[in-house]
């Protein structure tokens, strides 16, 4: 059960390390543009190179809208692009905070047909066996 003004978290990758992802963006950002891969990543614009990077967990469609939201031109060279940029999407990617304005009540909520077999769900603890860490609620 949600109230108004909670606050939900979203974690869109939570099998990678944020860590290893800012080491990996720090070290190609101080790399000096000299030859091979370093160079061609470095000219490459920014939402290029994190849409490569997260290419297999998030759409590219969502990765624009945290750009645009940001306000971080998509367009700049990675080589040339600032720290506190890549902070702002990796904020939203490893923890976008959304607060709850509402619902629509008891009488606009649904029941849908299809969802998850009991077989890929601890029963005791509703936990996914396909992915763990997530949790589902809901009639089963």
């Known amino acids: 059960y949600v109230r108004p003004g909670s606050r939900i978290r979203i974690n869109y990758v939570p099998e990678m390390d944020r860590d290893e992802v800012e080491r990996s963006f720090a070290a190609l950002r ?70 709850v304005s509402g619902t629509a009540g008891f009488s606009a909520a649904m029941v849908t047909a299809g969802g998850v077999e009991l077989k890929e769900v601890y029963p005791k603890t509703m936990e996914s066996r396909q992915f763990p860490g997530l949790y589902l609620a809901g009639a089963f």
Do not use: C, W, Y
Not at 38 to 45: F, H, M, V
Not at 72 to 95: G, Q
């Open 30 to 99: 101080m790399t000096k543009v000299s030859s091979g891969k370093a160079k061609d990543k470095g000219r490459k614009e920014i939402f290029t190179v994190l849409r490569e990077r997260f290419t297999a967990q998030l759409p590219e469609a969502l990765l624009r809208i945290f750009f645009e939201s940001e306000g971080v031109d998509l367009h700049r060279r990675f080589a040339e692009s600032r720290a506190d940029d890549i902070e702002k999407i990796l904020n939203r990617i490893f923890r976008d905070t959304f607060t």
